[in-house]
């Protein structure tokens, strides 16, 4: 079989599985986000600053991890009361449906609200595979460069939202924010943009109050 056709049907077969992922977090009522970024951009930290906000609001929130290797995004929030489920792909670039299916195998979704997957840190990998979510967010800090969604237009191009954190660094790093929410929109039209900072709290409270509405 040529290699074409082996990563057509691998893409194929993952689209069957997400949406039957789509359908059980459907029926019990979770709404799902599927959070994409490189390394270190923040991701878990967006989640921390989440959490409180979700328990302040009544809503139950549920996380898978996604990393190559170690146990230590989970426990980060475990430690703060958060259920999170750690998926370690031993290699692997990236989450597919597959691999959330299995980690949930066992999981009550009934009476989860916001149930949010932590891909692995890559800009590329991740891109191709849907988990069955119903919104894409991808991550960007403010030391990464503002040309990355020049350069990995297809994370941005299949992203509904785009989170720029690290928004406290910006006086110690070359990074232009209008350049770079330029370039993102030039990815995509449609993108939801946000500027936040774990550090200070800026802006978070906007991106939280945004994604619980969009929930509800
Ligand atoms: N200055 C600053 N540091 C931040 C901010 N957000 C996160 N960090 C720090 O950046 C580092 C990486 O943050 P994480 O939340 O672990 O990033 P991540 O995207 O989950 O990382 P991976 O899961 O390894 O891909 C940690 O040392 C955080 O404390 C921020 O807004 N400002
Ligand atoms: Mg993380």
């Not at 406290?168 to 990074?175: N, P, R, Y």
Request: hydrophobic letters at 45%; aromatic letters at 6%.
């Amino acid at each position: 079989m040529s290699r074409i056709k082996v990563e057509k049907n691998v893409y194929n077969r993952n689209q069957e599985l997400a949406e039957e992922n789509r359908r059980r977090f459907q029926q019990a009522g979770a709404y799902v986000v599927n959070m994409i970024s490189s390394p270190g951009s923040g991701k878990t930290s967006l989640i921390e600053r989440l959490a409180p906000r979700c328990v302040a609001a009544g809503r139950r929130l549920f996380v898978i991890e996604g990393d190559v290797e170690t146990e230590r995004d989970a426990d980060r929030l475990r430690r703060l009361g958060v259920e999170a489920v750690q998926i370690q792909t031993h290699g692997a670039c990236h989450l597919d449906a597959a691999a959330v299916a299995r980690a949930l195998a066992g999981a009550e979704l009934a009476g989860v609200d916001l149930l949010i997957i932590e891909n692995v840190g890559n800009l590329i990998c991740p891109t191709g595979f849907d988990l069955g979510e119903q919104l894409r967010i991808v991550v960007a800090s403010t030391a990464e460069g503002d040309d990355k969604p020049l350069k990995y237009p297809a994370a941005y191009h299949k992203a509904d939202v785009c989170i720029l954190n690290k928004m406290d660094l910006l006086a110690w790093v070359d990074f232009d924010v209008e350049r770079f929410e330029a370039a993102a929109r030039r990815a995509n039209a449609q993108l939801q943009l946000f500027r936040t900072s774990c550090r200070t709290g800026e802006g978070i409270d906007a991106w939280c109050d945004w994604l619980m509405q969009r929930r509800a």
